[in-house]
């Protein structure tokens, strides 16, 4: 079965440095997400992406973070000069319509001390 | 008022109880609902879609209540192996998903 996939499955970086958190969604499907859960609370919605743009986004999904898909596969979330409150696990989701379930990747533990 | 709420539990039944869980919406134009379960720093995973005339998959039956803008999850004869949080998932206006807080179910033998 086809599955989204993310990587790394752990970051640990220092206050203030970039990371990009990588996905790469199912082949054929057309929207992509992404999500993040600080441990032991709910997932939360960050942003989607359909058609090379940016569809809707959250409160937290502010100018620290961006998404991109540089290639027709993968799909990337930026965040610059992190804090220590953007220490989280963040999804990677994809659906083949905007109605339809997503699938989601394992998750990046994202760590910033 | 939250856009998906949820009982947050934890629901501890024994092995084989049936235990019901509740979400309610907020937006009444949402159009797509799902269940989800997360198991302990997993992924969430489909569990199933819910359809407006309620379906079943197995022990599982969801049900959707568009006048009191609530959708419900049924498990039947619970095993060990259904200990998890279960996460209701609802479509906003342009059908991007929001989860609620879920709800944590432990089964006991």
């Known amino acids: 079965e086809p599955e989204v996939t993310q990587t790394p499955s752990h970051q640990v970086t220092q206050m203030g440095q970039e990371v990009i958190l990588r996905c790469v969604p199912i082949s054929n499907h057309l929207y992509f997400y992404w999500y993040r859960q600080i441990l032991g609370q709910k997932v939360e919605f960050l942003v989607s992406f359909y058609n090379n743009e940016i569809s809707e986004k959250s409160e937290i999904f502010d100018d620290q973070f961006s998404v991109e898909r540089p290639d027709g596969s993968n799909f990337t979330l930026k965040i610059r000069s992190t804090k220590l409150e953007d220490s989280a696990m963040y999804f990677c989701?994809?659906?083949?319509?905007?109605?339809?379930?997503?699938?989601f990747g394992n998750g990046t533990r994202l760590t910033v001390t | 008022r939250k856009e998906v709420e949820q009982d947050p539990g934890p629901f501890n039944v024994p092995e084989g109880a049936t235990v019901a869980f509740n979400c309610t919406y907020s937006?009444?134009?949402?159009?797509?609902f799902f269940w989800y379960r997360q198991d302990c720093r997993k992924e969430p995973k489909l569990l199933m879609s819910?359809?407006?005339s309620g379906n079943e998959d197995g022990r599982f039956t969801a049900q959707l209540n568009r006048a009191s803008q609530y959708i419900s999850l049924l498990i039947r004869d619970s095993k060990l192996s259904d200990s998890a949080t279960y996460l209701c998932v609802v479509a906003s206006n342009n059908n991007d998903m929001r989860f609620g807080a879920g709800t944590r179910l432990t089964v006991k033998p």
């Open positions: 937006n009444s134009a949402s159009q797509s």
């Open positions: 819910v359809y407006s």
């Open positions: 989701a994809s659906s083949e319509a905007r109605d339809s379930p997503l699938h």
